[in-house]
């Protein structure tokens, strides 16, 4: 399985985004995904997860009510929609898949897969 994330950039307080996690391999139907996110000087953290199916869902504190994940099983696509973003959202996104486990997931040693990351710039 690969993951190859997009959709980052350098965007001011308030803007949205949405990032984009395509999946190689026929499997992307049964894993469930996230995104983490990492800050310079930080650890890694979860950031939201969707179940195989999309049905269930699962958000860290900061971004709940902000961010919303989805999938396209059908296009091999999972998406983090970024609303109303702060400087604190600064960080390199990862998208993550837990290979032929189609449950929400919040720890990252959970996953089998990463993307590359890709930066995320708020500017205040």
């Known amino acids: 399985v690969q993951l190859q994330a997009c959709g980052g950039g350098l965007v001011q307080t308030g803007d949205s985004l949405r990032l984009s996690c395509a999946a190689s391999?026929?499997?992307?139907?049964?894993?469930?995904m996230g995104w983490f996110r990492q800050a310079p000087g930080k650890e890694r953290e979860f950031v939201a997860a969707i179940s195989s199916g999309g049905g269930s869902t699962r958000y860290a504190d900061s971004v709940k009510g902000r961010f919303t994940i989805s999938r396209d099983n059908a296009k091999n696509t999972v998406y983090l929609q970024m609303n109303s973003l702060k400087p604190e959202d600064t960080a390199v996104y990862y998208c993550a898949a837990a290979l032929g486990r189609g449950y929400v997931y919040t720890q990252g040693s959970r996953f089998d897969y990463w993307g590359q990351g890709t930066l995320v710039t708020v500017s205040s």
């Open positions: 391999g026929r499997t992307f139907s049964n894993n469930g």
